[in-house]
């Protein structure tokens, strides 16, 4: 029997409405909604998908069922349940239906009444119960006239449950059953919702597009042609925009049209159509203003103009439409959005407020998302504290927000910028551990390994933040971090770290703008790993980049710094004259120079690097010029410029008067002092400079220099003390056995000769290998003969006269060794000692090798080798005409003369010296002139000339012997009275000459004169 309908079956309903910007969070006016994700500037929305709404399943009913044509039917009942049922009083409905089907189940209405069941409980929403009465009627019914009517039903009760497969198969078997059926419009396109709720949109569209081939000018075609445009939009948006202007075209006057010219508008703005898009938002506006779509179209329109940039009027564009349509569900989404235009237009005070008013509202996800988006505002405001106070407000109240992991990973970044490291630390950690996103687990990862490294500073870090790095090398974090990452451990001085970080950065991103500084860095690591080639080639790849610009000088920074390296500082020196002194690189020349400054100096070229520190200097730099001032006064200080070291050095304390370096430069200035002669100055300058140095390793060299300039200025006691005061505190250091051997200097300088002797005998046994020994060695000698300790000072004279290093040292120890010897009457001895000196280079002994070859003539005369002492004798006088020796010579040359028969020589070599003012010198010549005169036999002249230089002598010893010859030559004579007389003066004058007057007495007795 054919179910007769009162009234038209209704469409689907519409699908919910998303705003124009992505989306809304909640169903339009009892529409439900269906989610999908739109992203949009970096968060996720929850949106309508635009489907139609699976709950209007219900406008499919019949307004009412009217009673059978079949005869005996109980008419009351019919009439009552189909009345009930047009006033949708759907329980008194079902309850007549169900009498029916109980008292008269034979009648022929009973399949009418089972079906009329289902509908009502389908209106109840007893989903269940009315699919068990749809069911009776395909099981027990199956000729029924609409047995295809009863299995739709069916599919639209296991719709309504959500078995959507199992509807959709419903509705497949239907249509194949029944492919005439004058419902199959309605069955296809149901069966295109089943699908799509299923997740299988190609089945869905084939559905949509075979319900319009079905009935294409029918009531459900306008739907289908909307379902249809909706399922094309994301993989098909021009074909959709074509399906939705179909559907305004051939049906003006659709319910959907203010729907559909929405969605086309959506669909416009994604294909950047946004004129277009303006205009379909507008005619919603404008033609539909009481529809529910106009407030999304409006905010339509505020897309459109942010998509333009046109960010203030989008921004007042969504608030006049959040305020307007408070009550709708959109209207937090709509304020986020004027939140969103107002950041964009960087009015970030701005935006804070209006995000301020989304937290106070009702939607927790709006509020929560507003939360967020107020600590990005605050941030982009500058506003840290306010910032940090958002984002842990959402740490503690919307723990479950999907940004959350984003909320740490900014908590972190500022918690590093205000060095709360620990909380950094914390931050990054929960970032990375409750990131869903593996860009963020990656960017907290970094930001944790960076902050372990600030905190720690150990190079493990550096190692993690290798590993970060390296293990996602095409990632935009690599992109962004590896060079900063690179400058990082270079800075650490982590060179291999550095490297690794720029070579990852030059492999794996080729075009990157920042490619000049990768290799920049990976010259400079190369460098410093100590691979100059290395380093060449990469200063040399990024000058490969970029040759042109400004910052191509950094490049050749580096290549200098290389070339200073290599020695090479010819090419150093070329490089720096390329450098614009101006530009990027500016503040590297300064270094440049100090470093050329420096290769200079290693090679001695004092003055070109003193040029090139004073160049450093005058650039200003601040982090260079003191170190230019400090290398450029050493430089001249090394060059002999002690006046301009002496200013350095004061400019250098003047500018860093707390440097590390100022007390060792303060040193200097008093080395430099007392090079230029003021020592007195120098002094002060290094006993200021000593009492800042505490324990530094320089204080023993310094206290060296202190106790110079002292002694200079004459200060001889407080060198002295400072100088034992280095012997005494560094003993180990090399500066010791110097220094007692310059206190043991000043010691002897005073004339404190005992003293002097004591240091120079500790310096002795504390230090036997020292250089000094042989220096000593002399020195100790001649403080011994200062205190006329003569036999003690010979061993060290003849331990210094075999040094190798000082001829003139050697000389004087061999002379006074040799004077020792003489008056030891150990005259052999004497000639061994003295024989080497004459045969000494020249250099450095001149001043004592006429002694030498006197004091050696003489002791050959008292051995009796007279030849061997003539021949000695006789180089003083060609090698040293102007000598001061050169008369004493002569006068034991005469001696030699005479002993070798050659008296008139001997005669003319003396006879000079008779006159000599020098009395002692004349005494010797008179004395010799005796002798000379005794041996020609000339006994009264001879006795004469005894007595003259008795007389003229001061020697005792010598005014003895010649009286007593005197006298023995008045005996020759004859004369025995003078004889007499001249013995007697001996005696009386000479009491102490024991020898000379016991023989004395003897000739007095054999004269007969008594003793």
């Keep these: 029997m054919k179910r007769a309908t009162r009234g038209k079956l209704r469409p689907a309903p519409r699908r919910s409405l998303p705003d124009a910007a992505g989306g809304s969070t909640g169903q339009a006016k009892g529409w439900p909604m269906l989610t999908n994700n739109s992203t949009r500037r970096g968060r996720t929305w929850m949106v309508s998908s635009g489907l139609l709404a699976c709950a209007l399943w219900l406008a499919v009913l019949p307004v009412g069922v009217p009673p059978a044509a079949a005869q005996g039917l109980p008419g009351d009942l019919l009439v009552r349940a189909g009345r009930a049922l047009d006033a949708e009083d759907w329980q008194q409905a079902l309850e007549l239906y169900q009498g029916l089907i109980e008292q008269h189940p034979l009648h022929e209405a009973v399949p009418l009444a089972h079906f009329a069941s289902g509908e009502c409980l389908l209106n109840l929403g007893r989903y269940e119960e009315a699919l068990k009465s749809y069911r009776i009627v395909i099981d027990e019914y199956p000729d029924w006239s609409d047995i295809d009517d009863a299995q739709f039903r069916v599919g639209n009760c296991l719709f309504q449950l959500g078995h959507y497969a199992e509807a959709a198969q419903t509705l497949t078997a239907m249509l194949e059953a029944f492919p005439a059926s004058t419902i199959a419009d309605k069955a296809a396109y149901w069966l295109g919702e089943a699908n799509y709720q299923a997740g299988n949109e190609a089945a869905a569209l084939d559905s949509y597009r075979r319900s319009l081939g079905a009935a294409p000018r029918g009531d459900y075609a306008p739907y289908a042609l909307y379902s249809i445009a909706t399922v094309e939009s994301p993989s098909d948006p021009e074909r959709a925009v074509v399906t939705y202007k179909r559907l305004l075209d051939e049906f003006p006057n659709s319910p959907l049209t203010p729907d559909a010219l929405y969605r086309m508008g959506q669909v416009l703005e994604t294909l950047g159509r946004l004129d277009e898009a303006h205009t379909a938002y507008s005619r919603v506006v404008e033609q539909f203003a009481a529809t529910d779509a106009a407030a ?66 009702a939607d927790r996800q709006c509020a929560a998302t507003a ?23 959402v740490r503690t109240e919307y723990a479950d927000h999907p940004s959350i992991a984003e909320v740490n990973l900014r908590l972190g970044a500022f918690y590093y910028t205000a060095e709360r490291f620990d909380d950094a630390l914390a931050a990054y950690k929960a970032a990375s551990d409750l990131a869903t996103d593996a860009a963020i687990a990656l960017e907290a990862r970094y930001g944790a390994a960076w902050t372990a490294f600030r905190r720690a500073g150990q190079e493990q870090h550096l190692h993690e933040l290798q590993a970060v790095l390296a293990g996602a090398p095409d990632s935009q974090l690599a992109a962004r971090g590896l060079l900063p990452s690179a400058e990082l451990a270079l800075t650490a001085g982590s060179y291999a770290i550095a490297l690794d970080l720029a070579q990852l950065l030059i492999t794996h991103h080729p075009e990157h703008p920042s490619l000049f500084g990768a290799w920049l860095v990976a010259g400079q690591s190369q460098r410093g790993l100590g691979k100059l080639a290395e380093a060449r080639a990469a200063f040399e790849s990024a000058l490969a980049v970029d040759r042109t610009s400004p910052t191509a000088d950094l490049a050749r920074v580096g290549l200098a710094l290389v070339a200073v390296d290599l020695a090479d500082a010819a090419g150093a020196e070329a490089l720096l004259g390329q450098i614009d002194p101006n530009g990027p690189a500016a503040s590297r020349i300064a270094q440049l120079q100090c470093l050329l400054g420096d290769a200079h100096y290693a090679a001695q070229q004092y003055a070109q690097a003193a040029e090139r520190y004073l160049s450093a200097a005058e650039r200003g730099d601040g982090d260079w010029e003191t170190t230019a001032m400090l290398g450029a006064a050493d430089a001249l200080l090394a060059s002999g410029q002690t006046e301009a070291a002496v200013t350095c050095y004061k400019r250098f304390l003047d500018r860093a008067p707390d440097s590390p370096a100022a007390p060792q430069a303060r040193v200097q200035l008093g080395i430099a002092l007392a090079r230029a002669g003021n020592h007195a100055q120098a002094a002060r300058e290094l006993e200021t400079a000593v009492a800042a140095a505490g324990d530094a390793l320089w204080l023993p060299e310094a206290l060296m220099e202190l106790a110079s300039a002292q002694a200079h200025a004459g200060n001889l006691r407080a060198a002295a003390t400072t100088y034992l005061r280095v012997a005494d505190e560094y003993a180990d250091s090399p500066a010791a056995p110097e220094a007692l051997f310059w206190a043991a200097e000043a010691r002897y300088e005073q004339g404190s000769f005992a003293k002097a002797a004591e240091l120079y005998q500790r310096l002795l046994v504390g230090y036997p290998e020292s250089d000094l020994r042989d220096g000593a060695s002399y020195k100790l000698a001649w403080s011994l003969l200062k205190t006329d300790r003569h036999d003690e000072a010979l061993p060290y004279l003849l331990a210094a006269a075999e040094s190798v290093g000082n001829p003139a040292m050697v000389s004087d120890a061999r002379l006074q060794a040799g004077y020792i010897l003489m008056h030891r009457r150990d005259y052999a001895r004497a000639v061994d000692v003295l024989q080497p000196a004459t045969r000494m280079e020249p250099a450095g002994a001149e001043a004592q090798q006429p002694a030498v070859l006197l004091l050696l003539g003489q002791a050959y005369l008292a051995e009796g080798r007279h030849l061997e002492a003539t021949e000695v004798l006789e180089r003083v006088s060609a090698e040293y005409p102007q000598s001061p020796y050169l008369d004493r010579s002569r006068v034991a040359l005469g001696r030699c003369y005479q002993l070798s028969g050659k008296l008139t020589q001997a005669e003319d070599a003396l006879r000079p010296l008779l006159a000599s003012a020098d009395r002692q010198l004349a005494a010797d010549a008179h004395f010799e002139m005796a002798e000379l005169r005794r041996t020609q036999k000339r006994f009264p002249e001879a006795a004469a000339l005894y007595i003259t230089a008795a007389t003229t002598t001061q020697n005792s010893e010598l005014a003895a012997n010649a009286l007593f010859l005197a006298g023995a030559c008045y005996e020759q004579a004859a004369q025995p009275q003078d004889a007499i007389r001249a013995y007697t003066r001996l005696i009386g004058d000479y009491a102490g000459e024991a020898e000379w007057v016991g023989r004395a007495r003897e000739r007095l007795t054999a004269l007969g004169a008594g003793g």
């Design 371 to 393: 939360a967020y988006l107020q600590g990005v505002a605050y941030q982009g405001a500058g506003l840290d504290q306010q910032a940090i106070g958002a984002f842990e407000h």
């Design 296 to 361: 999304y179209a409006a905010a339509g329109i505020a897309s459109v103009q942010f998509s333009r940039g046109e960010y203030a009027l989008a921004a007042q564009g969504y608030l006049n439409v959040a305020q307007k349509h408070a009550d709708e569900a959109g209207a937090c989404v709509w304020m986020l959005r004027a939140g969103d235009a107002l950041l964009a237009a960087e009015d970030y005070e701005g935006a804070a407020r209006v995000y301020a008013r989304v937290t106070a509202g």
